[in-house]
């Protein structure tokens, strides 16, 4: 069964400097029918102005990846790293046991825009990690690039719960498909463009939950897609 979240039916966040729209309940945006699917907990659409962002804040037993679409985000956190994540890399922060960090956009002319993506741990008091990883974006032109993973034997970010993620980028005419394993559930992201899923429309921002089915198929449009893979 697929089921779809509109874009336009997300929460939303504006506080001048943050635009946020919120497929799942987060803040002060709380919707009991959408608290998140499965052990994903957040996936969040920020857009931030020049020179602004999240001052030091506190985490504790999540993981937490970005995905930057456009500008470049300046991450600093009380690991000691400290980085600027572009367009076509992805980074990883565990909170595990407890972090705190800052997020600002690095320029102080252009906006950043980027997506917060919350995944639920399968195990709470983990020690803090962090990495960041180029996407590999030519590859996910010809097919399904695996972005993190919890798979021991993974060459991706390592994710301390039973979770995939996988980004393609379809080319307009396209037809590009994706198994689901038995008993596996996904999550689909429409992160920019437009295409269809199994017949059915998709623009930037929809998501989709899918449940009981063997596969799906995407095509047309001009479209860069994110897929949950969960258990």
Do not use: C
């Not at 931030?48 to 679409?69: C, K, N, Q, W």
């Not at 407890?98 to 997020?103: A, C, I, P």
């Amino acid at each position: 069964m697929l089921t779809l979240r509109p874009a336009g039916e997300r929460g939303r966040t504006n506080w001048g400097w943050l635009d946020s729209r919120h497929t799942f309940s987060f803040g002060e945006y709380f919707d009991r029918q959408h608290m998140g699917f499965r052990s994903l907990r957040v996936i969040n659409d920020d857009r931030v102005a020049p020179g602004r962002g999240f001052g030091t804040h506190g985490h504790r037993d999540m993981e937490i990846l970005s995905y930057v679409l456009e500008g470049g985000l300046e991450h600093k956190d009380s690991m000691g790293t400290g980085s600027v994540i572009r367009p076509g890399e992805i980074q990883f922060m565990r909170a595990g046991t407890g972090v705190t960090h800052s997020e600002h956009n690095h320029s102080k002319t252009d906006p950043v825009h980027f997506l917060q993506i919350w995944v639920v741990p399968a195990e709470e008091g983990l020690p803090p990690a962090y990495d960041q990883r180029p996407v590999g974006r030519e590859k996910a032109r010809e097919g399904w690039v695996t972005l993190a993973s919890g798979d021991p034997g993974t060459d991706a970010i390592r994710l301390a719960q039973d979770v995939r993620l996988r980004v393609t980028v379809l080319p307009e005419g396209e037809i590009r498909a994706l198994e689901i394993d038995p008993g596996r559930h996904v999550w689909i992201h429409v992160v920019q463009g437009a295409t269809s899923v199994n017949g059915s429309p998709l623009v930037e921002g929809d998501g989709v939950q899918v449940s009981g089915e063997p596969g799906l198929t995407f095509e047309g449009g001009d479209a860069e897609l994110l897929a949950f893979d969960l258990a």
